[in-house]
């Protein structure tokens, strides 16, 4: 008899509900940082899947960067500014043209260095067009840093362990500002779609 003769011949069928991952070993490193808790928060399998199991969606291929790339960009681009800004006195203090060249220094500095990584992803044309993109993003964000009160940066992108019920997660910090008063405000830079919603 074939395979499928004898399966049809079987009187029962044995079936389980198997709704429990693996438990994590203390060796296991938990992937993703704070991102595992947004996952498992909105669908605990969608957090096994992607944090323990590693699956990932396809990547569909772009002319030029992807959206992870130009995200990429910016994060070292204001990692630059700042790490020689240090704060918004100082901020204040330049010029019109002493901000463009900062802008202009910050920029191309990273750009040239990711082309020297990455030489077929950009292009030397393309190259100056996100230099263009990244400077007029750039000038309007230091717009918006000038209506603040006054702040000192105090950490940019700095990684950091937290220990959640023995789970380890690595996570990155955009950048951290200390207040007049004391306090700390943590900035998280966005390039995609930013939503209050997803915040809660």
């Not at 429990?20 to 669908?43: F, H, I, K, N, Y």
């Amino acid at each position: 008899d074939d395979l499928f003769s004898v399966c049809a011949q079987q009187n029962s069928i044995e079936s389980f509900v198997d709704e429990m991952a693996p438990p994590l070993s203390s060796e296991e490193e938990v992937r993703g940082g704070t991102a595992l808790l947004l996952d498992q928060a909105a669908c605990p399998f969608r957090a096994f899947a992607k944090h323990r199991l590693g699956a990932r969606a396809l990547e569909e291929p772009t002319p030029g960067l992807s959206a992870h790339q130009r995200g990429t960009l910016v994060h070292e681009v204001m990692r630059n500014f700042w790490s020689s800004m240090k704060s918004l006195e100082t901020l204040g203090k330049l010029d019109d043209a002493e901000n463009e060249k900062a802008i202009q220094l910050a920029v191309d500095e990273e750009v040239d260095h990711f082309v020297r990584l990455h030489p077929a992803s950009l292009p030397k044309t393309l190259a100056e067009l996100e230099k263009t993109r990244l400077r007029y993003l750039l000038k309007q964000w230091l717009d918006v840093e000038m209506t603040r009160q006054p702040f000192v940066v105090e950490a940019l992108e700095e990684k950091k362990e937290i220990s959640i019920d023995g789970v380890t997660l690595k996570t990155v910090v955009d950048r951290i500002d200390r207040l007049p008063e004391g306090g700390l405000m943590i900035i998280d830079y966005k390039t995609g779609d930013a939503k209050v919603t997803k915040w809660i």
